[in-house]
């Protein structure tokens, strides 16, 4: 059986199975009158027209399948999931970036309390009130690198060739760049002194530990500088006699003066009474309480931990003028 009689075969299988389940259409079929009317024409012109865009809809797909054509709504949906991932990846560099600075500011302000407090130290040296105070300023600088002090002290010396001098002893631990901080700040701060001892090592805990002596010299006339020491030497030799009703620097603001220090005269019978020593510009003076001070003609009335306190034109305290550094 060739191709020819397989197709008649099937078409009069097909027709017979219309004719059982539509006769009347078979009948119009084989009379060649199915579609004469008007409606049939418009069926099978929608028919034709549906399978029309069924082929062109499923050759459309297997273009855009195959990749022969760019398919737009594809090329949408991928730049939104790149806009969506883009916005995320800002986000994500903005976080960073807000972390960054915060972490850079609190390391800028570290770095500039740090700095403010080793001014702080070198613009008291040599002081001999600061140098009462070493151990305390070097163990609060230690506290703010995250050190442990394991021992500090401070011995006195012979002078040498006209200078006072000590050594310094000093055991610290903590992490590797913490103590070679502190020991380049204190070989910055004491640039006359010398290095007898140190001893920078690992520990089997993983911290480094800093052991150091470091003998220093001071000039013993600087070393008296802004304490009151020479003030009170020179009321030994010049005493002065100034009366309570005398006004103190008339000519100078009270918000322009700083205590420098205090001088107890050793004359009898006045062995307890103190002066206090007040600097405006480079002009020094001493007062006492009940003497008045200032343009604004403050009373001066007692003397603490905290400073010189001022009174007001009815007796009050109102005005503090506080130490410079630290009280002597």
């Not at 027209?49 to 082929?55: D, E, T």
């Not at 130290?121 to 140098?131: G, H, K, V």
């Amino acid at each position: 059986m060739n191709t020819h009689e397989l197709k008649n075969l099937g078409m009069r299988k097909c027709v017979s199975l219309v004719s059982k389940a539509w006769p009347q259409a078979a009948f119009h079929w084989r009379n060649r009158s199915l579609f004469r009317s008007v409606w049939t024409r418009v069926g099978r012109a929608i028919l034709l027209c549906g399978v029309s865009m069924a082929f062109l809809f499923g050759a459309w797909q297997a273009l855009i399948a195959f990749e022969f054509v760019p398919s737009y709504r594809l090329q949408w949906q991928q730049m939104a999931k790149e806009n969506i991932t883009r916005v995320a990846e800002q986000a994500l560099q903005n976080a960073n970036a807000n972390a960054l600075s915060l972490t850079h500011a609190q390391r800028n302000d570290a770095l500039l309390e740090y700095q403010s407090q080793v001014d702080e130290l070198i613009l008291a040296w040599p002081n001999s009130a600061f140098r009462m105070q070493l151990v305390h300023r070097l163990q609060q600088l230690a506290q703010t690198k995250n050190l442990h002090i394991v021992q500090m002290k401070f011995t006195p010396m012979s002078d040498e060739q006209g200078f006072e001098a000590g050594a310094l002893d000093f055991s610290l631990k903590g992490s590797q760049a913490a103590t070679y901080a502190y020991w380049q700040s204190l070989n910055q701060l004491f640039q006359n002194g010398v290095w007898p001892k140190l001893i920078w090592r690992l520990l089997p805990s993983g911290e480094y530990s800093l052991e150091a002596q470091i003998n220093l010299l001071w000039d013993a006339e600087d070393a008296f500088t802004d304490t009151g020491v020479e003030l009170k030497a020179d009321s030994l030799v010049k005493p002065k006699s100034l009366s309570l009703d005398d006004r103190v620097l008339p000519d100078h603001s009270v918000a322009q003066m700083r205590l420098v220090g205090t001088v107890q005269t050793l004359a009898e019978p006045h062995t307890k009474l103190f002066w206090t020593i007040l600097q405006s510009g480079r002009q020094i003076s001493s007062v006492r309480p009940g003497q008045y001070l200032g343009i604004e003609n403050r009373l001066v009335l007692s003397l603490d931990a905290k400073g010189l306190w001022l009174g007001d034109e009815f007796g009050q305290p109102s005005t503090l003028l506080a130490w410079e550094k630290v009280a002597p």
